[in-house]
């Protein structure tokens, strides 16, 4: 991105994030100009695919930037429940979106051990509640989707941090491939400004500390307050010269492994030196590696002043893509017959590997309350935005939210799954 159109973009979302508002993309991009077009979008022209800038109005709904789903239905209303009778014919003949080797599709929640009454239950909640899209995924198949008035299948969401657990994933892929050596490998082998700075005392010798697993694991040790009051911090980060040189410049609150400290700082280094590790853009590593592979094509991965994709948040895609990541992790990083992510990194991600015991590499780690036996992991963005994964049960859940609290959206669903238990033990 272009430097004036990156001072604007940072201002609008520093406001977005204090205000706790939504700020679409095209917003974003009339006031930074098409001129300041991303990697993302630069890539779509690249590979022969049109921009938003490109398409006719009778693609675009009114009032908004979504644009029609790939069968050009528009799904309207705000209790959309898919149900096998739902379906077009054309539809029923495909299996729907093709997510998995095609096999993906729609189907009724009787079929997966899932009630008419569950299903109403939880609709009933989720229309009570600001939030903007819900699909429930089981047994690889859709049982249930919903978008609020104005939202569709085709409409890009922010994802704000789950774009953290995305980088974790295409770090793992780095390190499968040989490109990164592995979590204990110290950062400094990738980022030579940190040696350079410790040797001109201008860097936290500290810094020299930190590894791959830390900044993962949020638990780098580097001095960064993540709170809506204090959007001043991400400000001043946004409206710097250089966001990576930012970060290095700050002093060390703890030493590295110590503490967890929610920090997109570290997912912001996590993204250069992927950068650095493979000469590709996160956002450009991931699309070839796994976006690619699993079908995600529609998406924006906003890029810093530099050119590094945006480590902690940046990220818009679909419901439905989102839906696709939950999957993946799902299968164990397996993609119908493709291995996209090793096994092992899935299973390291989604343990705890910090001192809080909630957090794995940039996945949160449901703890139990007392009321379940079922594992649960999940991706979190501000505001209400999550990919949940329930694997005892086979089940992916994404939910796009607009100023929602966000524990409420994983207390809601674990009350469905909870039910879902019991009704189990009942048979």
Request: charged share 25%; glycine share 12%; with cysteine.
């Amino acid at each position: 991105m272009r430097r004036g159109g990156w001072k604007v973009f940072g201002v609008v979302l520093c406001l977005a994030l204090v205000m706790g508002c939504r700020i679409s993309e095209q917003q974003i991009k009339d006031l930074i100009g098409q001129d300041n077009m991303t990697d993302a979008d630069e890539g779509a022209e690249a590979d022969g695919e049109r921009t938003e800038s490109e398409v006719s109005e009778e693609e675009i709904l009114t009032g908004n930037e979504e644009m029609l789903t790939e069968n050009e239905e528009i799904l309207t209303g705000n209790e959309e429940i898919v149900t096998e009778g739902s379906r077009t014919e054309e539809e029923k003949a495909t299996g729907g979106q093709e997510y998995i080797t095609g096999e993906w599709g729609m189907d009724t929640p009787e079929n997966h051990g899932v009630s008419r009454t569950q299903i109403d239950d939880l609709d009933r909640e989720i229309g009570a509640r600001p939030i903007r899209a819900a699909l429930v995924i089981k047994d690889g198949a859709m049982i249930y989707e919903y978008y609020q008035e104005g939202n569709s299948a085709g409409t890009r969401f922010d994802i704000y941090s789950i774009t953290k657990s995305i980088l974790s994933a295409t770090v793992g892929i780095a390190i499968d491939q040989g490109y990164l050596a592995g979590i204990d490998t110290k950062i400094e082998a990738y980022l030579p400004a940190i040696a350079e700075g410790v040797a001109a005392g201008n860097i936290d010798a500290d810094m020299k500390e930190i590894t791959v697993g830390n900044l993962l694991s949020l638990t780098s040790g580097i001095e960064w307050t993540e709170t809506l009051a204090n959007g001043m911090l991400m400000l001043d980060w946004m409206m710097a010269e250089n966001q990576v040189d930012y970060i290095l410049g700050s002093n060390m609150r703890n030493k590295p492994g110590e503490v967890f400290n929610y920090n997109s700082g570290d997912s912001h280094l996590l993204s250069a030196l992927l950068t650095e590790a493979t000469g590709m853009s996160a956002k450009e590593y991931a699309d070839v590696n796994m976006f690619a592979p699993i079908g995600i094509k529609d998406y924006i991965w906003w890029g810093d002043s530099q050119g590094i994709s945006l480590g902690g948040f940046g990220i818009y895609m679909t419901a439905r893509d989102a839906a696709r990541i939950g999957q993946l992790y799902l299968n164990k990083g397996m993609w119908g017959e493709e291995r996209i992510i090793s096994e092992e990194w899935i299973t390291a991600s989604t343990q705890p590997q910090g001192p809080d015991g909630e957090y794995g590499y940039n996945w949160w780690i449901d703890v139990p309350d007392g009321q379940q036996d079922y594992q649960m992991y999940y991706a979190a963005g501000l505001g209400g935005q999550y990919i949940i994964v329930v694997p005892d049960y086979q089940i992916v859940a994404v939910f796009m939210s607009i100023g929602i609290d966000d524990m409420s959206v994983v207390s809601l669903f674990k009350s469905f799954v909870n039910e879902l238990e019991a009704e189990a033990e009942r048979r």
